[in-house]
């Protein structure tokens, strides 16, 4: 039988409830960091099929807000906002074609985001990632699996996140033909951040 001790009275609501206070002023000291990305060696890629030929372009503007914990990943958050204006497919006309309406609609959608809802430990020493994605004004949710290096004093996140383009109304009209440009895409995406 418990027998409550003389020496330890009742634990009071008002206790209890300056208890919680303290472990909730005490949980942002063990949040996970905020990392500043270093945007001259990160990048973000595309690759996609035009004919069945394999073709590579790049978003050149993007802003990364990480925060990380390697012990606690599920403590750690993503932000990714990507500048469509700044995609480059390494030709000027082809640049000015795809931010027309049929395709990015870039005057009405200037921006694509990514905004993490969890992450996780997963296998092989990978983190899985689970978020929603925003292209051209539609959102999903996505998930992918997502590489965690140390370099020096960096953290190097790198991952692969492969979606289909009419999912997102990107390549209208005509251009809904996959025989012409393939519906799979890949963003590849290398983030090189520290505090």
């Known amino acids: 039988m418990f027998l409550r001790s003389t020496f330890a009275p009742p634990f009071s609501s008002t206790r209890r409830w300056l208890a919680v206070a ?14 500043k ?29 990480i925060t990380y914990d390697a012990a606690k990943p599920e403590t750690s958050k993503a932000n990714v906002d990507i500048d469509i204006s700044s995609f480059d497919l390494g030709d000027a006309d082809y640049n000015k074609e795809v931010m027309k309406k049929e395709w990015f609609n870039a005057a009405q959608f ?61 390549g209208e009209g005509e251009w809904k033909d996959t025989s012409m440009v393939a519906d799979e895409v890949a963003i590849k995406f290398r983030v090189v951040a520290a505090q």
């Open 22 to 35: 303290a472990i909730c002023v005490a949980v942002p000291a063990i949040a996970a960091t905020a990392l």
């Open 37 to 65: 990305t270093d945007a001259a060696k990160s990048n973000v890629t595309i690759t996609f099929k035009q004919l069945n030929v394999p073709v590579d372009a790049k978003f050149k503007k993007f802003n990364a807000a």
């Open 110 to 170: 200037p921006k694509a985001s990514f905004v993490s809802s969890q992450i996780k430990a997963g296998a092989a020493g990978k983190l899985d990632v689970t978020g929603k994605l925003t292209i051209k004004g539609k959102t999903t949710d996505v998930s992918f699996p997502l590489t965690v290096k140390k370099d020096g004093a960096n953290q190097v996140f790198e991952g692969v996140l492969p979606i289909k383009r009419l999912t997102y109304n990107i």
